[in-house]
């Protein structure tokens, strides 16, 4: 028998390390832990696309020219304002 089966022997008697015991446990916790990472960056990238997306439909799609308003009207300005019921 050589150096390397006399050592193996000697391992193979050894106890198991009790830290094996919850190794699955820990590799399943890891295996999750991936799985939620890859569907996040599935995610951004989608909501990336679909804003790259909007954004380039909205640059290609002409608006409607500007127009001012025929007339003058002032924003928040009721009939029922201070000025208009003294008739300034």
């Keep these: 028998m050589s150096d390397l089966d006399q050592l193996l022997s000697q391992v193979r008697a050894l106890p198991a390390d ?3 015991e919850a190794m699955e446990e820990v590799v399943m ?9 890859a569907v996040a960056r599935r ?8 804003a790259i ?22 924003i928040g300005m009721s009939d029922y304002a201070p000025s208009q ?3 300034q």
């Design 53 to 74: 997306g909007i954004g380039w439909a909205g640059s290609v799609v002409p608006g409607a020219p500007a127009q001012a308003a025929s007339a003058p009207v002032v």
């Design 43 to 50: 995610s951004l990238a989608l909501a990336g696309m679909v």
């Design 85 to 87: 019921l003294l008739g």
């Design 18 to 20: 009790p830290r094996l």
């Design 29 to 37: 916790a890891g295996a999750a832990v991936r799985r939620e990472r």
